[in-house]
């Protein structure tokens, strides 16, 4: 069984920046593929980045150049640089271990003026 727990959602306002991680634990190889994927309301959920064991990494258009992923693998962890945030950023960030079925829980992620 793998956990996934992520952290550093919260408020921004537009043009800020956050930055997410999530922290993988249990049965997880440190050779899976990591990412994130959004849910905002009324949509379906949608892929925003991912990144594997040796950082190769791939993005959504809509974060392109906005959006930085990377990982510790010693740490198991994954992070997601969130810049120049803009009002359809606004979503639930969830973490995702490719090959293993688990996803976090979600962190809320609100980009308001």
């Known amino acids: 069984q793998v956990q996934l727990e992520e952290s550093g959602g919260g408020l921004v306002q537009p043009g800020g920046s956050l930055r997410l991680s999530c922290a993988a634990s249990?049965?997880?190889?440190?050779?899976?593929?990591m990412g994130w994927y959004r849910q905002a309301p009324g949509k379906q959920r949608e892929f925003v980045a991912s990144i594997t064991r040796d950082d190769y990494t791939a993005y959504a258009d809509s974060v392109k150049g906005r959006f930085t992923i990377s990982r510790d693998n010693a740490k198991m962890t994954v992070y997601l640089q969130m810049s120049s945030l803009q009002l359809g950023d606004t979503a639930v960030y969830y973490c995702?271990?490719?090959?293993?079925?688990?996803w976090g829980q979600g962190t809320q992620v609100t980009v308001s003026s």
């Open positions: 995702r271990a490719w090959g293993t079925g688990a």
């Open positions: 249990g049965r997880i190889s440190s050779s899976s593929v």
